[in-house]
């Protein structure tokens, strides 16, 4: 009746439609032809598995948080098995004339090879791409097409496994709040046992069971250090975190940032953007570039945030806003030099779009600006698409991208 109902409101309007069958149900096949009949003009097979509760190993808790108790449907390799049980059964069911499109947990050429034997026309991959980088794949696409190619004419290619599993996997490690200190009533420094190397452009994961999990730069690896800027439900709860508490991270997402070579650097940081002064100045003076640092303040509690570390790579100006918001940027520009130095914003889009182009104003190129962006960022692997820029994921190619490049992708980022 659904189908027959958007068929009926789509009126002369004829695009093709293939519904998704959920494979929770106990005869697909049966459903599969009542949705032919009503005017379907193909089928896809499988939506996700259960839903069920997934108790994450390390912690002994269900990841989601939602009106079914942490229930939610589950999708991968694990549903593979039932995915090629349903396909064989619509087929079965459906003839062979019917366009089908066989999906579920699909991530190698025998699983393609295999989704063909069973009736598909066409082989869906989803979760996949999650194991594999973004810049892979359509390298990865051509290679499960080629391998299960080869595989029908029996012969046996693995191909695609080179590709495959290249990424971090989504475990979490438990950490215990070793220290912190307030600056202000809206920054928090945050220290927790262990470390975490890692490199300017990556991040990860901060999850605290029954809140949520969000994104963050390392600050420092050795002790693990975070700088944490009140916002919402999640960084409350961050602050409300005692010395002696567990959190649990998952990571590292991103990618180490390809510094260009420029003999000079200035590093523009504003808001939590402080983070990530650190890593990059550190990579900076390993490369042998000169660096001054400009951190911009709305409080004067948050002038020590970070400052001896900050010091540690070269000359500090903290520039407090003193009533005009972004003043920081002003000092920046005025200073300007056009040729030979570089520019690393750190901040909020707005502060960094106004930064950015004030200094090509001035005559700095585009492509020696830089950019750290925090885009909504919900999985980290690829899947979600919340965090492009471009056509480019930040947890696939990293959090640095150059002013050059928003402005010929996707200049809206920067409003
Ligand atoms: C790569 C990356 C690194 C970051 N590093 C830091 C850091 O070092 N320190 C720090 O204080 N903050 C950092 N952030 C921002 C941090 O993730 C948000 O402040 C946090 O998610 C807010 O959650 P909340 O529940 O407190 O607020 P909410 O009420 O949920 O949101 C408040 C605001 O936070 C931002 N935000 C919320 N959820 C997300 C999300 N999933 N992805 C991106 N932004 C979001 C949005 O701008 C939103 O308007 C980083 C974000 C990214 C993407
Ligand atoms: S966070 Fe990058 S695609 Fe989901």
């Known amino acids: 009746?659904?189908?027959?109902?958007?068929?009926?409101?789509?009126?002369?309007c004829r695009p093709l439609i293939f519904p998704k069958l959920t494979p929770n149900v106990t005869n697909i096949g049966a459903i599969a032809q009542e949705v032919m009949a009503a005017g379907a003009d193909g089928l896809v097979a499988i939506n996700t598995v259960g839903p069920e509760v997934h108790i994450e190993p390390?912690?002994?808790?269900?990841?989601?948080?939602?009106?079914?108790?942490g229930a939610g449907g589950k999708s991968g390799k694990w549903i593979y098995q039932e995915a090629l049980k349903a396909v064989k059964?619509?087929?079965?069911?459906?003839?062979?004339?019917?366009?089908?499109?066989?999906?579920?947990?699909?991530?190698?050429?025998?699983?393609?090879?295999?989704?063909?034997?069973?009736g598909s026309d066409l082989v869906g991959i989803g979760s996949a791409f999650a194991k594999v980088h973004q810049r892979e794949w359509p390298a990865y696409a051509e290679a499960l097409v080629d391998d299960a190619s080869a595989i029908l004419r029996g012969e046996e290619r693995n191909n695609s496994a080179k590709y495959?599993?290249?990424?971090?996997?989504?475990?979490y490690k438990e950490r215990k709040v070793i220290e912190r200190q307030e600056f202000g009533s809206d920054t928090l420094v945050v220290t927790l046992e262990g470390n975490w190397p890692f490199e300017a452009g990556e991040y990860v994961f901060l999850w605290i069971p029954g809140v949520g999990e969000k994104p963050f730069s390392i600050a420092i690896d050795s002790p693990l250090t975070f700088v944490i800027k009140l916002k919402g439900a999640f960084t409350k709860a961050l602050f409300n975190l005692k010395v002696g508490d567990s959190l649990f991270?998952?990571?590292?997402?991103?990618?180490?940032?390809?510094?260009?070579?420029?003999?000079?650097?200035?590093?523009?940081?504003?808001?939590?953007?402080?983070?990530?002064?650190?890593?990059?100045a550190k990579r900076l003076t390993k490369e042998g570039v000169t660096l001054q640092t400009f951190v911009g303040i709305s409080d004067e509690n948050q002038r020590d945030v970070l400052r001896d570390e900050i010091e540690k790579y070269g000359p500090l100006n903290i520039v407090?806003?003193?009533?005009?918001?972004?003043?920081?940027?002003?000092?920046?520009?005025?200073?300007?030099?056009?040729?030979g130095c570089s520019y690393y914003f750190i901040g909020p889009t707005p502060f960094m779009g106004r930064g950015a182009k004030e200094l090509v104003e001035r005559g700095v190129s585009p492509r020696a600006i830089f950019l750290s962006l925090e885009?909504?960022?919900?999985?980290?692997?690829?899947?979600?698409g919340q965090c492009s820029c471009g056509e480019r994921l930040t947890c696939q190619y990293g959090t640095f991208v150059s002013?050059?490049?928003?402005?010929?992708?996707d200049e809206e980022l920067l409003r």
């Open 1 to 12: 009746a659904y189908v027959a109902a958007i068929r009926e409101a789509l009126g002369e």
């Open 58 to 69: 390390i912690s002994g808790l269900p990841i989601l948080q939602n009106s079914l108790g």
């Open 89 to 118: 059964a619509i087929r079965q069911a459906v003839g062979e004339e019917v366009p089908l499109i066989g999906m579920g947990g699909v991530s190698n050429g025998r699983d393609v090879a295999e989704m063909v034997l069973a």
């Open 164 to 171: 495959y599993s290249l990424k971090p996997s989504m475990e």
């Open 249 to 280: 991270i998952r990571g590292l997402y991103g990618e180490p940032f390809t510094l260009p070579s420029y003999p000079k650097a200035t590093l523009v940081a504003g808001g939590s953007g402080v983070a990530v002064v650190p890593p990059l």
């Open 320 to 339: 407090a806003d003193q009533g005009e918001v972004g003043r920081v940027l002003s000092e920046v520009v005025r200073g300007a030099e056009v040729e």
């Open 375 to 384: 885009l909504p960022t919900l999985c980290g692997v690829g899947l979600c």
């Open 403 to 409: 002013y050059h490049y928003v402005l010929e992708n």
